[in-house]
């Protein structure tokens, strides 16, 4: 069994799909399809939130080393497995994790830019607790934060593209600009302008570590991610 992510190349936010498997639970049951574009939740993002066959989803994930994405819905009322059912995404939740990941990239890139010797070894891309971490024992200069403001601001008004490929082992690439691609599974802006504006939080050195703190602009409009 195997479930076909449609998001990693497609900013579709509906689409049918077949029911591959159904297992009732107490909070409702799980959902297998052959197809979806529910996010799994992973790589310091939350899952996508929506609907199947309008009951809600409210969680995604996938297991470890597996193919098999697990979608778990509040019913499995009206679910059988073999039939063809509508897929829909919660919008304001996609768009809104897909710009504070895209942020997280491009942070990611830029501190590494500016601090030579420092590596992104973490990232958490929760609304109101978006941070990346890096490896760095150096001095932090003292313009860094301005500096590192100033970048990320050029960067989003030269619209960096935001790059997506798949290889044939299905293993999914996201590439900012000319910055080196980097493998991830999850939804993303598709240029940077997309992303609006990227408010540097907080910078915290402690040890070898440095940890900066993020937040992005809402906009929830009709822009499509994935
Ligand atoms: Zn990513």
Known sequence: MKTIRDYYQSPAIAMKATVLQITPSDTGGTVILDHTLFCVQGGGQPADHGTIAGIPVTHVEAAKDSDIVFHSVSSLEG???????ELRIDVPRRVL?????????????????????SKACGGHHWPGEARVEFIYDGQLPSDFEQALCT?????VANDL?????????GDRFVQIGE????????????SLKQLGRL????????????????DVSVD?????YA
């Not at 994790?97 to 010797?117: D, M, Q, R, Y």
């Not at 593209?161 to 082992?169: D, F, I, M, Y």
């Not at 929830?220 to 499509?224: C, E, F, W």
């Open 151 to 155: 970048m990320i601001d050029n960067a």
């Open 79 to 85: 679910l059988k497995e073999g039939s063809e059912v």
């Open 161 to 169: 593209t935001v790059k997506r490929s798949l290889t044939n082992e």
């Open 179 to 190: 910055y080196p691609a980097l493998r991830c599974g999850g939804t993303h802006c598709w």
């Open 220 to 224: 929830l409009s009709s822009q499509r």
């Open 97 to 117: 994790n897909s710009k504070l990941h895209t942020g997280g990239h491009l942070l990611a890139a830029l501190v590494e830019e500016i601090l030579p010797g």
């Open 199 to 214: 408010i540097v939080r907080g910078i915290k050195q402690k040890k070898d570590r440095l940890r900066i703190g993020y």
